[in-house]
Nanobody, 125 residues
């Protein structure tokens, strides 16, 4: 059974940095997508960044140049490094993952079938 567990959320002042981690257990897929999503109060969940098992990444326009997504395949761990944080980045951040049909290397939202419980990120002015 696949489980995703996020860690690393917290509170930071605007302009600061935070790093999130997501540990995947029970993961057996070799062709897959992983990603980070977020949901702010009163708003719909939105994609932040995704990464394919081949290393291809994609970022939402609002985080380009500020956030970095990476993965450590040996540890089955996904990371999100968030720099230059803004108050509008305040949200619950979710780790998600899903297998992808070979040889497709894009990561549309419908691919993400496994979800973590979320971790709160709060950015104050």
């Amino acid at each position: 059974q696949v489980q995703l567990v996020e860690s690393g959320g917290g509170s930071v002042q605007a302009g600061g940095s935070l790093g999130l981690s997501c540990a995947a257990s029970g993961w057996t897929y070799s062709w897959y997508c992983m990603g980070w999503f977020r949901q702010a109060p009163g708003k719909e969940r939105e994609v932040v960044a995704t990464i394919h098992s081949v290393g291809r990444t994609s970022f939402a326009d609002f985080v380009k140049g500020r956030f970095t997504i990476s993965q450590d395949n040996t540890k089955n761990t996904l990371y999100l490094q968030m720099n230059s944080l803004k108050p509008e980045d305040t949200a619950i951040y979710y780790c998600a993952a899903g297998p992808r049909n070979y040889p497709l290397y894009t990561c549309p939202q419908e691919v993400f079938t496994y979800w973590g419980q979320g971790t709160q990120v709060t950015v104050s002015t």
